[in-house]
């Protein structure tokens, strides 16, 4: 049996997380099941993850201590020990926070392109919407073309139309490209670190890599909690976890991901910039590649919180900058049950469905036990 991944939005509680996945806590070999938490996107809180130990308790998975350890709940540690890891090797320290540094500098020059384009993109709406009366965003080809009427013929309004149409996808395509180049860039950074210090051939790596691999082999469930999206890739990269993430999966095991733990799972990473003091600045923004273990679907944790889901003009602007990928908006309540091996997907919220948005500004909700078209 094939694993399968359980995204969801932002749950806060864990009680309610574990009582509401209770069905999917299941052991490959029909025993009591192995759980391992990924906390690392708490970072220096990384341990503290009692109460999710106690609510994995409340719904009947018991802990089975021994020698101190716990055999059946227990914690990948990966922040923790990729830290260690650089205290005791203080020359891969040096190159990883230089690298970093030039990681985030990359990112903030292609940030500032991204709010440039996006604003024009804006700008061009509410100006057509003036000029034009019932213009939209999501009735734009997905791709410039000129009317069979030649440009001779047509009054003014259509001239203008056509004129501020050729321009809002050429604005749409230049951010799609600032995006792909932003991607490029960030991996070639991140490739230099293996390549500068060697790491990947020093024993110390080796063991760390191993231990860590083990733990998530051994797991029949994976929990990939909520935080910080940039510590919990990093930690996760540094090791170069994703063969074996990919392999768990292959082996059967299930994965349960909550907000930041659902973006790193996804090719792309996408945040909502709502902590910037320019409110013309807060916008999504994607700023790394994820692991990938779906491809495809660009998940939207937090979606009525941060997506004006009722603004056609927004979600016309989302499934179009993404359009790679499916933009599936989930909430605090919504569950998407993805098989990645078959590319089915389903919704299977009890209190909250699964949200879709399309390129001409439609949003479709799916509920529990309704397929999602992801293709």
């Given amino acids: 049996m094939r694993g399968r991944i359980l995204f969801n939005g932002n749950i806060g509680s864990p009680s309610a997380l574990m009582a509401r996945t209770r069905p999917w806590l299941r052991a490959r070999d029909g025993g009591q099941p192995k759980v391992l938490l990924v906390t690392a996107a708490w970072g220096q809180g990384e341990y503290g993850e009692q109460v999710a130990r106690d609510a994995l308790n409340s719904v009947g998975i018991h802990s089975d201590w021994h020698g101190g350890f716990d055999r059946t709940i227990f914690n990948l540690c990966a922040w923790h020990v990729w830290q260690e890891y650089l205290e005791r090797h203080p020359q891969v320290a040096a190159v990883d926070a230089e690298l970093r540094a030039v990681q985030e500098a990359t990112r903030r020059f292609y940030v500032d392109k991204t709010s440039f384009h996006a604003e024009r993109i804006r700008h061009a709406v509410r100006y057509a919407r003036e000029k034009l009366g019932d213009f939209r965003l999501g009735h734009l080809p997905l791709v410039a073309r000129d009317s069979l009427r030649p440009g001779g013929v047509m009054g003014g309004r259509e001239l203008l139309q056509r004129a501020l149409v050729r321009e809002l996808i050429h604005d749409l395509a230049d951010l799609v490209s600032n995006d792909q180049r932003m991607l490029a860039a960030l991996e070639e950074e991140e490739g230099l670190l293996p390549a500068r210090t060697g790491m990947r051939l020093d024993r110390d790596w080796q063991a760390q890599q191993r231990l ?7 797991a029949d469930v994976i929990f990939l909690f909520g935080g910080d999206p940039g510590a919990l890739l990093a930690s996760l990269r540094f090791f170069d976890l994703q063969p074996t993430l990919v392999e768990a999966l292959r082996r059967g095991t299930t994965f349960v991901s909550i907000s930041a733990g659902s973006l790193v ?42 997506i004006h889901t009722d603004d056609p003009d927004n979600l016309a602007y989302l499934a179009r900058r993404f359009s790679s990928h499916r933009c599936v908006g989930l909430n605090e309540e919504s569950f998407l049950l993805v098989d990645p091996f078959t590319g ?21 909700r799916f509920h529990a036990g309704e397929r999602v078209p992801l293709d």
Avoid: T
């Fill in 344 to 364: 089915q997907a389903m919704s299977v919220g009890e209190h909250d469905g699964v949200y879709v948005f399309g390129s001409d500004g439609v949003k479709w």
């Fill in 265 to 306: 799972l996804c090719e792309r990473m996408i945040i909502y910039d709502n902590f910037s003091p320019d409110p013309a600045r807060r916008d999504f923004r994607l700023i790394d590649r994820g692991l990938g273990l779906v491809g495809g679907v660009q998940v939207l944790p937090h979606c009525m919180d941060r």
């Fill in 212 to 218: 860590l691999s083990q733990r998530i082999l051994a």
